[in-house]
């Protein structure tokens, strides 16, 4: 990756957004407060460019700080300028893994740049490598295309979570045709579900694919046939899990069962 050959400030007339922004969602959100924030305190964190031209350079990251500043009616920002120009894939990477770290991603952006660097790379492995995200969030993101509309809408508008929406849609695969209004009510009942309450939907559809939906979800709820194991972590793994978990919203019991699950699939020893 390129390094930084200067760190000064630039004129915002010099500046243009990069079209390798990975965000690209939500991204006017809160701009007053942030505008706020800097004329307070004054930027912490410089934006990344790299040079495109004479007195010409190209936001990678920092979007949001510098259309702040534009509020601020500031003249320059403070930038750390790249020793070399980068492609589009890798000013991504760079977009990405720094809206990571601030955790202020909107979930589509996420499934956009994962569906982009899959298409390049060809392995879910690869993009983790290069994303620094986990190998199952990149397995669900590049799913999203095989979403029904109505699913996709809903994941689209942070209704329910993807893995919900893959739970959901693979349970009605089980029915054969399932219209729109169920599949969205079959979605939101599964994001409140753990992993294995998810599984037990898919199951006993698959098993009885005449089921009343609405009856397969409310058995799934109360805990038929779901077994409780003790397991002994080390700190290191619990804080990691309490993180998973608050990642995707959830509790760390329904986490774990969610990662056994996909890792015992990964396996080969059970089902997807």
């Given amino acids: 990756m390129s390094k930084f050959k200067d760190v000064r400030e630039l004129p915002l007339e010099q500046l243009e957004i990069g079209k390798a922004q990975v965000r690209v ?26 040079e495109v031209g004479a007195d010409k350079y190209e936001i990678i990251t920092g979007q949001r700080r510098f259309l702040a500043h534009q509020r601020l009616k ?52 690869a993009v983790a490598e290069e994303t620094g995200l986990p190998q199952n969030k990149v397995s669900q993101y590049v799913k999203y295309d095989r979403l029904a509309p109505a699913l996709k809408g809903l994941v689209d508008d942070n209704q329910v979570s993807m893995t919900a929406a893959l739970k959901a849609q693979t349970a009605a695969e089980q029915l054969g045709e399932v219209d729109d209004a169920e599949l969205v009510e079959m979605a939101k009942e599964m994001t409140s579900m753990s992993g294995a309450q998810q599984s037990r939907v898919i199951e006993q559809l698959a098993e009885s694919p005449a089921s009343s939906i609405d009856k397969v979800l409310e058995d799934a709820k109360s805990g ?37 699950e996909e890792a015992l699939i990964q396996r080969g020893l059970l089902d997807g």
Avoid at 31 to 37: G, M, P, R, T, W
Avoid at 93 to 113: F, H, K, P, Q
């Fill in 25 to 50: 969602r939500d991204v006017g959100r809160d701009i007053d407060e942030l505008a706020a924030s800097i004329n307070k305190v004054g930027l912490l964190e410089p934006i990344v460019v790299c």
């Fill in 74 to 125: 500031a003249k320059t920002i403070l930038s750390a300028i790249l020793k070399d120009r980068v492609d589009e894939t890798a000013a991504k990477i760079l977009s990405v893994t720094e809206n990571l770290v601030r955790r202020d991603l909107n979930s589509r952006d996420l499934i956009d740049v994962c569906t982009e660097l899959y298409r390049k790379y060809g392995t879910v492995r």
């Fill in 224 to 260: 038929r046939k779901v077994t409780q194991i003790v397991v002994t972590l080390t700190a290191r793994v619990h804080a990691s899990l309490q993180q998973a978990a608050r990642d995707d919203g959830t509790n760390q019991d329904a986490e774990a069962g969610q990662l056994i």
